[in-house]
């Protein structure tokens, strides 16, 4: 999973440097460019919100196969790994945990059948044409009010 890119990283620099707009333009200029150095400031701050932990394939795999046979419930990878990551991060065991799937395991075929699932999951209803649907988007200038007014016009009730 390649995240290098996340708008959600955007959105947490921007707290981090107490909304420092040209701060984070800078930064995402570097990060096009292939760097980013981060103020020790700022990674203190970051250090104090989060704990990290990674997971290799056959992690993931282990634990699609895992929850799967013992919970009888279909895990795609990306929520794998953040259950893997929950588990490993989690200080108190007493302290229930809640992991949210993030992902539909249909979308990650050969992953759950390395996990030893052994067809390809089917899509929800609603969902059953996804593959086949045609992707849309639209680049707007990076502007707070034309980003307003777009979903303004384009919202529905």
């Known amino acids: 999973m390649d995240i290098m890119i996340s708008s959600n990283f955007e959105r947490l ?5 107490d909304k420092d707009g040209k ?16 103020s ?3 990674l203190t701050k970051a250090r104090q919100l989060f704990s990290s ?12 196969r895992d929850t799967y046979r ?11 790994i ?3 990551a929950a588990r490993e991060c989690r200080a ?6 809640v992991t949210l799937a993030t992902a539909h395991p249909a979308k990650f075929p050969d992953a759950v059948k390395q996990a030893g699932y052994p067809s ?14 045609e992707e849309r988007f639209t680049i707007l200038d990076n502007d707070q009010s034309t980003v307003q007014s777009f979903i303004s016009d384009n919202i529905t009730a």
């Open 23 to 38: 701060a984070i333009a800078d930064l995402m200029t570097d990060a096009k460019a292939g760097h980013m150095r981060l």
């Open 13 to 17: 620099l921007f707290d981090l440097y």
């Open 53 to 64: 932990y990674r997971c290799d394939d056959k992690g993931m795999v282990d634990l699609i």
């Open 82 to 84: 953040g259950l893997a």
């Open 70 to 80: 013992d919970h009888d419930y279909l895990l795609d990878p990306h929520t794998a």
């Open 40 to 42: 020790e400031t700022v």
């Open 120 to 133: 390809d999951p089917e899509l929800p209803p609603h969902m059953a044409n996804l593959f086949e649907r």
């Open 92 to 97: 108190d065991l007493q302290t229930p945990m």
